[in-house]
């Protein structure tokens, strides 16, 4: 990032979250083997459709430009651009039937049944940039909530309709929004919805996020974000405000814990 910054504060806050995602995800391995079957070749995940907050895209932005130069970063930006073309032909197909009338659960069922090549996963079926994958990757193969609603993966062995330890995502989404906005705010970017953003992992990898696409004091008042195309960035619409102040650290196994069915 060609800009004067020092992000390692919200980067170290954020890996301290994926530290304890991870954790997680470990216990439940240990007190289920028989039902998480993640395995070394295993790439399900690597299909699923899902965006990135906006700490999210900066970390995995920061660390591929570190990570990779010359050819090996074209390869992966080549498969960027057409993971980017596909999940922007999925989204505009979501806003099309939004439009004509289809309601918030047919459409989340019409996104989940698509499948898009992750960018990051190589011919080995391996991942390019597996020690740093967002934390949706990390919490794949075990049950997991959003809205109340629980998920598992379709290839583990956890029974439909029995309660299991669940990740609950709304209240990690909670911890990365805020980390997002703490951060929108020390950077005092004119763009104060960029918090807001829900970022597909090919435009996290594509983005420059430099001065002016951040809105940075002293860029010009009148540049856009250099993603010229605003369809392709999803932002968090009517969001309610947070009823509560939520801890710095995210993880008390209570709250990222509860009973689902799956």
């Given amino acids: ?91 505009r197909q979501a806003h099309k039937a939004h439009e004509t ?8 069922n019409m996104v989940a049944g698509q499948r898009v090549r992750c960018p990051l996963l190589n011919g080995q079926d391996s991942c ?9 990757c990390r919490l794949y193969g075990i049950p997991t909530a959003i809205n109340g609603e629980g998920h598992t993966c379709g290839l583990t062995n956890f029974e439909k ?22 951060l929108i705010a020390e950077l005092r970017s004119k763009y104060v919805q960029m918090a807001d953003m829900l970022i597909p992992v090919s435009m996290a990898l594509l983005t420059e996020y430099d001065a002016t696409y951040l809105g940075l004091p002293g860029t010009d008042e009148d540049a856009p974000p250099k993603d010229e195309d605003n369809d392709r960035r999803v932002t968090r619409g009517n969001r309610k405000k947070e009823k509560s102040h939520i801890q710095k650290h995210v993880a008390e ?9 799956v």
């Fill in 161 to 182: 309709g029995r309660p299991y330890p669940t990740a609950n995502l709304d209240v990690i989404h909670q911890h990365l929004y805020r980390l997002s906005s703490e």
């Fill in 128 to 136: 390019d940039l597996y020690g740093f994958r967002p934390i949706t």
């Fill in 101 to 108: 009338g289809a309601n918030e659960a047919e459409i989340l």
């Fill in 253 to 261: 196994a209570a709250k990222i814990y509860t009973k689902k069915g």
């Fill in 1 to 91: 990032m060609s800009i004067e910054f020092d992000f390692t504060p919200y980067f170290e806050r954020y890996e301290a979250l994926v530290k304890q995602v991870d954790q997680v995800f470990e216990n439940m391995r240990s007190d289920y083997p028989e039902c998480v079957t993640c395995s070394r070749g295993c790439c399900d995940c690597c299909f699923a459709l899902f965006d990135l907050s906006f700490i999210e895209a900066l970390y995995i932005n920061h660390r591929f430009n570190q990570k990779y130069q010359g050819r090996p970063r074209a390869l992966i930006i080549e498969r960027a651009n057409r993971a980017d073309r596909e999940t922007y032909r999925i989204k």
